[in-house]
């Protein structure tokens, strides 16, 4: 009796798991396909990428990635340096933006601050102007603190762009002001203090949280392409001001918009890697009762 | 505690970003130049670093897509900044940027070679000023000529169209359903309107008067030019019927790949045609002057369009800046340019150089286009008034209006335009 | 709910040392942050609020820059443009929020079962939204061009005639289409990292109690992730109100104005006319339409439960 309820909970368990595949697959494709073609049309030449019926076959060409890196091609500029500046950009804004969200939201939910709604309502309302109206103040105030085209400008504008959606994020981690206050007494009991309950007990519990906000605020800072276009010339310039010079008069360089697209993607997808793996449901190592 | 490491730490992040170069503005001996990506960005790059190994000076171009340019270069000059010394203008940005821009007259005068109707695109007078005063020196010009497959004509025995009439029947007997006789951009946006235009005045019509207060478009002459366009696409079909998603660059790819066997469009692509890395057709091209209608003219009035080196006002390196742009317009470096990037000179000398008229193939149907054409107007409203165009004509063709409907449409926005900045 | 003594702050009387330490360190918690946006965010929203109010134009200097009272908010509301420009953002906003909580609901769940390789789908899943926008809208372009575009190409497949995507009434759900292709991993991404910190012990407790699957979700699930849910909802709303590039680089906002979001035209106003007053004055228009919407949300949502 049990082993025929065993096999068939076997059977129900396989056809969940292929059912899940499947659909995971489909996801993947519909998400990947342009992409796809991006990766496929950075090895074409030209004439290669508007043939119709299309090339699935072909001998690929690295030109295009030759052209981008190098420099060649009329794509004359330094892309080492910025590539430098996007990751350096990308890392520290991302990095002093999460510590910033992190102990903001502490604050805003462990403490019965009076205005806390409100701070977290500012926080809000100022990310809401749309980026287009703040460029040209911005521009006059760099340009009047000799900040113009250099990389801690940048840094500024990003960190200070990412901290209300990371803020608000994290503030929706950190669970509710009972459990958490809960967790704290009961780990403080033992002997801790509050930082150690804090590392010990909640930190675990956001990680999931932390690892989102480390991706959005990084891809913002990676792929923004206003700001930098109006704080930077040459020396602080960042990737997306390089993609960008695939559109010439002549029309667009497909062949080299897919490259560079291929390299943008790369770093971004690597953060990814990693960061998912905090994706994971942390355990509350039984402190909650019932 | 938590708070006081963490304060500690944050400072030296921030303090280790700002160790990273700290950007400075332009300096004694250096010039700062914006371009805009592509055949101009190029060109102009190449005048540069001739420029750098002449006079031992470094000039830093940055190159930008053609959007991005106008506004870093805009929002440069009217803050003050003077990050940028030497601004690419084309002609029509002067209209924008010439409050800003140094005027070059007494420099330029000695330099007979520049051809005068093409200076002239570069001059401009504010509302309330008198004389109109030079704001960029010409370096390279373009003009709408008539683009044909040699092989294609021959296969059906016509020479070149030369009237309305003509190009209309030679597209019928180049159209066989896989290839169209012409290919146009007829997406809403600038080169709709710069297709139009050559069509237009080639037919005796006029945009708007010489005070550019009235609309003139709307007469007859005009109508009869905008029937005469769409009829090509909408009943003789003889255009591509993509066309109606077209820009400039999606009609090169299709002159490339062969979808169409003519097409009236910007002389400097010839060099993206004539690329057998990027042409299936590389060699098989011809060019001709823009078409006419011989009952109102008596030759082809296309769009000349073209870009100049300006001086910004607030520039650091007024003197160094002003030797270089007259150095871009000198007869030598013209001609350097139009031999090595094959770009369309705007002196007289080289036209008559046999080395060019052997190395650029239409450069008899620029000289002759350059005789007839006309520049579009280049005052501050002429982009609102490109974009209501723009939508109008792009309506007029994808027949969601009639040509009269939408033209009146376009007077319209045009009026309203016209009349607002009369306050 | 918090079951222990009092909180300190009803406690009448003074404050206790503790409570003191408290508002001290939650304020030093919150200066830096408050002090990065007042810099960045403040001012510059002050200036452009200010400047909504003047006639500036940037390539015009010779007009000065009068002050003119509430005429760019009324030339706004006056203008047919704008008004279809409010109504299609707003259509846009919608019609995308909805697909992309669908569809984000549903990657979300599949990306948090715990099968082998699950890391590198969830790379791939959440690949869309890490791409920068002009590439996204230019690979667009490339795979819907008309005639040398693959999708018109598997269409005719298919039997399917070519489309003309870009132009007539296939241009407003591209562009949607594009936005959600985009933008559902940014739904994906915040309901997954919210499904992990769901903590275990509930629903081993619910299983022991003979839960079933729906009223786990019901129950469980879907109140614990209300808060981060409307974290992604009202940040998408105001990301998606303001798109731009994507859809400049694959329509221009034609055929017609078909597809000219108010960030559209907003970018039209302040980049192509530089019409600097007129264009800070559309930004606060867009603005204040986010906080309704937004507002709406919270309402609706959250209702009489208090915030977090």
């Not at chain 3, 590198?120 to 490339?142: E, Q, S």
Request: net charge positive; hydrophobic share 50%; with cysteine.
């Amino acid at each position: 009796m049990t082993q025929r309820k065993n096999q068939s909970s076997r059977a129900k368990k396989i056809r969940d798991e292929v059912g899940i595949y499947a659909a995971l697959t489909i996801l993947a494709i519909i998400s990947m396909f342009p992409v796809l073609w991006m990766v496929l049309t950075s090895l074409k030449t030209r004439l290669q990428t508007f043939a119709i019926p299309p090339v699935w076959w072909f001998k690929p060409t690295f030109d295009n990635y030759r052209d981008v890196i190098f420099g060649t091609g009329g794509f004359d500029f330094p892309f080492k340096l910025y590539f430098w500046n996007s990751l350096i950009v990308g890392i520290t804004s991302t990095v002093i933006s999460m510590i910033l969200a992190t102990i903001a939201a502490y604050a805003l939910v462990r403490f019965r601050l009076r205005y806390r709604n409100a701070i977290a309502m500012l926080i809000l309302a100022v990310r809401m102007l749309p980026p287009i109206a703040l460029v040209v103040p911005l521009f006059i105030i760099f340009k009047d603190f000799h900040l113009y085209d250099t990389i801690p400008a940048l840094v500024l504008v990003y960190t200070a762009l990412s901290i209300p959606l990371a803020t608000w994020l994290m503030r929706g981690f950190f669970s509710d002001q009972g459990t958490m206050l809960e967790l704290e007494e009961s780990s403080m009991v033992d002997g801790t203090n509050r930082l150690g309950a804090f590392i010990k007990i909640i930190l675990p519990l956001i990680t999931p949280g932390l690892a989102a906000t480390a991706i959005f605020s990084f891809i913002l800072s990676w792929n923004d392409l206003l700001i930098a276009l109006v704080l930077t010339a040459s020396k602080a310039a960042t990737l997306p001001i390089a993609a960008s010079r695939v559109r010439v008069e002549e029309g667009i360089m497909w062949g080299q918009l897919g490259a560079i697209g291929t390299i943008v993607m790369i770093p971004v997808v690597i953060i990814t890697m990693i960061a998912q793996k905090y994706l994971v449901r942390g355990l509350t190592a039984g402190a909650v009762k019932g | 505690m938590l708070k006081r490491t963490g304060f500690i730490s944050l400072m030296l992040l921030l303090l280790l970003s700002f160790l990273i170069p700290v950007g400075s503005f332009a300096q004694d001996n250096k010039l700062v130049f914006v371009v805009s990506a592509g055949g101009s960005g190029r060109t102009l790059t190449a005048a540069a670093r001739e420029f750098e190994k002449k006079y031992n000076v470094k000039i830093e171009v940055l190159s930008y897509p053609w959007a991005e340019a106008r506004d870093k270069q805009i929002l440069d000059l009217s803050s003050g900044a003077g990050s940028i010394d030497i601004i690419s203008v084309e002609h029509d940005w002067v209209g924008l940027m010439y409050h800003f821009l140094v005027p070059l007259d007494a420099d330029t005068k000695q330099n007979k070679d520049l051809i005068p109707s093409i200076l002239d695109g570069f001059r401009y007078a504010g509302p309330k000023e008198g004389n109109k005063k030079l704001y960029a020196v010409p370096a390279r010009i373009g003009t709408w000529i008539l683009y044909y497959r040699k092989d294609l004509l021959q296969q059906k025995n016509i020479k070149a169209p030369e009237t309305f009439a003509d190009l209309s029947a030679d597209a019928k007997s180049l159209t066989d359903g896989k290839t169209f006789g012409l290919v146009m951009p007829l997406k809403q946006s600038v080169f709709i309107v710069s297709q139009w235009l050559g069509f237009l005045w080639s037919n005796g019509g006029e945009l708007l008067d010489a005070n550019r207060q009235k609309v003139l478009f709307t007469n007859k002459r005009g109508i009869e030019a905008t029937q005469y366009l769409v009829n090509l696409y909408r009943n003789q079909k003889v255009v591509s019927p993509e066309s109606i998603e077209y820009e400039h660059d999606d009609l090169i790819t299709a002159l490339q790949q062969g979808r169409a066997a003519m097409a009236v469009t910007y002389s400097p692509y010839v060099t993206e045609v004539s690329d057998p890395a990027k042409s299936k057709f590389a060699n098989e091209f011809a060019w001709s002057s823009h078409p006419y209608n011989p009952k109102y003219a008596k030759e082809g009035h296309p769009l000349i369009a073209g870009w100049g080196v300006g001086v910004n006002k607030s520039s650091k390196n007024i003197k160094l800046a002003k030797q270089f742009v007259q150095f871009v317009g000198s007869s030598d470096i013209q001609l350097m340019l139009a031999l090595n990037n094959q770009n369309d000179p705007t002196v007289a000398s080289v036209y008559k150089n046999d080395k060019f008229k052997k190395l650029s193939p239409a450069a008899d149907a620029v000289l002759k286009a350059l005789e007839g054409g006309k520049w579009d107007p280049s005052f501050p409203e002429w982009p609102r008034i490109q974009d209501a165009l723009s939508v109008e004509l792009s309506n007029a063709f994808s027949g969601k209006k009639t040509v009269e409907a939408a033209l009146d449409d376009a007077k319209k926005d045009v009026d309203s335009i016209l009349g607002w900045r009369e306050k | 709910m918090y079951s222990s003594n009092k909180p300190d702050r009803l406690r009448s009387g003074s404050f206790t040392s503790q409570r003191y330490q408290d508002i001290l360190m939650s304020w030093g918690f919150l200066l830096p942050t408050l002090f990065i946006l007042a810099v960045i965010l403040i001012w510059p929203l002050c200036v452009s609020l200010k400047m909504s109010f003047f006639h500036w134009e940037l390539a015009r200097p010779d007009l000065g820059r009068p002050f003119v009272w509430f005429e760019n908010y009324i030339q706004a509301f006056t203008d047919d443009d704008v008004i279809h420009s409010l109504n299609i953002s707003a259509f846009f906003v919608i019609i995308s929020l909805a697909f992309e909580l669908i569809f984000g609901f549903i990657a979300a769940f599949l990306l948090a079962q715990k099968v082998k390789g699950i890391g590198v789908f969830r790379v791939l899943i959440l690949l869309p939204m890490m791409l920068p926008d002009v590439v996204v809208g230019l690979m667009w372009k490339l795979l819907f061009d008309s005639r040398n575009g693959i999708i018109n190409y598997f269409l005719s497949l298919l039997g399917i005639p070519q489309q003309i995507w870009m132009g007539a009434n296939l241009a407003f759900p591209l562009i949607i289409m594009a936005e959600v292709w985009q933008q559902t991993s940014f739904f994906a991404l915040i309901l997954l990292a919210g499904l992990q910190a769901i903590p275990e012990e509930l629903y081993e407790a619910s299983k022991i109690d003979g839960a079933t699957y729906w009223q786990e979700l019901r129950y469980i699930t879907l109140p614990i992730l209300k808060p981060v849910m409307l974290v992604a909802l009202i940040f998408r709303t105001m990301f998606t109100m303001r798109v731009f590039a994507p859809i400049w680089v694959l329509t221009g906002g034609g055929p017609g104005n078909a597809t000219n979001l108010l960030s559209l035209k907003i970018y039209q106003e302040g980049f192509s006319y530089y019409n600097m007053g007129y264009a800070a004055a559309l930004s606060w228009i867009l603005l204040i339409l986010t906080v309704i919407i937004t507002y709406a949300y919270i309402k609706v949502l959250f209702g009489k439960e208090e915030k977090a």
